[in-house]
C-alpha cells in the first residue's frame, strides 16, 4: 500500500494525486498544485484565492495498493470520471477524512 495526497477541483471536480502523505507536502506545496489547475477556470484573484484554499483544505490522504498506484492522476489534474480512485476516497462522503485545520490555516494567510 501507498500514500497519495488527493486534491479535487470543487469547480469541474478535476482530481489529482501528489506522491507521498499529506506531511510530506506544505501548503505552499499543495497551493502551487492548485493554481497550476485553477488558471485554466479563469477566475479574478479573490476567486482564484478563495478556490485554492479551498482545495488545500479538502485535501485528503488516500492508501492505494501498489498495483493501483500507477492508475491515479499523478501526473496531471483530471477528470473525475476518467481517472481511478479507492472506494471511500470521494469527498464529503461518509467517513469524511477532511481535516478541522482549515479555519486556522485560514486565519493564519
Ligand atoms: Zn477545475
Known sequence: M???????CPI????HTLEGGRNEYSKRDLYS???????GH?????K??????????????????SGKY?????EEWRE???T???GGSLFGGEGSLSAPESSVELSSL
Not at 33 to 39: D, E, I, N, P, V
Not at 42 to 46: M, Q
Open 70 to 74: 500507477r492508475q491515479l492522476p499523478i
Open 42 to 46: 479563469d477566475l479574478n484573484e479573490p
Open 33 to 39: 498544485s492548485a493554481k497550476t489547475h485553477l488558471r
Open 80 to 82: 473525475r470520471d476518467d
Open 2 to 8: 501507498e500514500s497519495a495526497v488527493l486534491l479535487r
Open 48 to 65: 482564484m484565492a478563495i478556490r485554492k484554499y479551498g482545495i488545500v483544505s479538502d485535501a485528503t490522504e488516500i492508501v492505494v495498493p
Open 12 to 15: 469541474c471536480n478535476a482530481v
Open 84 to 86: 481511478w480512485l479507492p
